[in-house]
């Protein structure tokens, strides 16, 4: 959107008198549906929240090192895209999610394995896909294995919270968030292929 777009849009803003935070939407005037629900909004959850971490991530890189902040809602959305992607990925492969796995990546890694191999078909591409996604999660879990790390600084009893290492190559993260949901589309189009066989 251009700064004349914006402006725009904020004089029309202007001129409605609406003040509230959540207005119901008018003809021509951008909006958003939320009627949608069951597998196709947790799908757009998890596909929103890894945008989200690829659009800061950027931002950070463009505007660095004054944007250094948005490192940690990148973070947070990634952190928390991967954890989303992976429950709807099992359940999508026909699958559970494990009761009590809650925000324990390498369990839910481990059941996406098991309901995605108990399909069958595409061992290469399969394996491929399993290995990159993993790679991933084994490398994000022990930095932030209870998705506190991104949203707050410290412990509940005062204490810091690490992140380890302390220090990051923006460009390293930027580049493999922005390919993670290529890998994840690939992982969908291919529980659907293998579905197809089996029907």
């Not at 950070?60 to 991967?82: D, K, Q, S, T």
Request: net charge negative; glycine share 8%.
């Amino acid at each position: 959107m251009s700064t004349d777009d914006e402006n725009e849009l904020y004089q029309a803003f202007l001129e409605s008198g609406e003040t509230r935070l959540i207005a119901p939407a008018e003809n021509n005037v951008p909006s958003v549906e939320f009627r949608h629900g069951g597998g196709w909004r947790e799908c757009r959850i998890w596909e929103g929240y890894l945008d989200a971490s690829s659009f800061l991530l950027r931002e950070v890189l463009r505007e660095y090192p004054r944007a250094n902040n948005l490192i940690f809602p990148a973070m947070f959305n990634l952190r928390h895209g991967i954890e989303v992607s992976l429950k709807w990925h099992i359940k999508y492969a026909g699958g559970v999610v494990p009761a009590r796995a809650g925000h324990n990546l390498r369990v839910l890694l481990k059941t996406l394995q098991e309901a995605v191999n108990d399909e069958g078909g595409g061992d290469d591409e399969k394996g491929y896909l399993l290995f990159y996604f993993s790679k991933i999660v084994f490398e994000l879990d022990p930095v932030d294995p209870r998705a506190t790390a991104f949203r707050y600084s410290t412990e509940l009893d005062g204490s810091p919270i690490e992140i380890e290492p302390s220090e990051w190559d923006l460009r390293h993260l930027y580049f493999v968030v922005s390919d993670l949901p290529v890998y994840l589309d690939n992982l969908s189009s291919m529980i659907d292929r293998n579905n197809t066989e089996e029907n």
